[in-house]
């Protein structure tokens, strides 16, 4: 089975960043879609970001143009850079494949509260 350890999460003011790292065990990780996803509390985990095996990337309208994926083959790692935080990115994150249906199994997730 496939392991998720998110990391990198923690308190920052309103307009401060954040790095977050997703390292995957498994062989495929260079093959699969991965994506970085949330959950706020009272909501359904959205997706928030993507990066395609090829490098292609995409991003929800709510974080596009603040937020950067990035995928690291060699390391089996997923990153995703956050800029300009509002408190609406207070949220526990996830990294996953992109796929459907949508994995079954989720890492602990690291949380990130935007609050000044």
Known sequence: Q???VES???LVQPGGSLKLSCVVSGSRF???FWGWYRQ???KQRELVAGVTAAGSTNYDGSVKGRFTISRD???NTVYLQMN???PEDTAVYYCNEVRKPAPAFWGQGTQVTVSS
Do not use: M
Request: hydrophobic residues 35%.
């Open 2 to 4: 496939v392991q998720l």
């Open 8 to 10: 990198g999460g923690g």
């Open 30 to 32: 260079r093959f699969n």
């Open 40 to 42: 706020a509390p009272g």
């Open 73 to 75: 083959n060699a390391k």
């Open 84 to 86: 300009n935080l509002r």
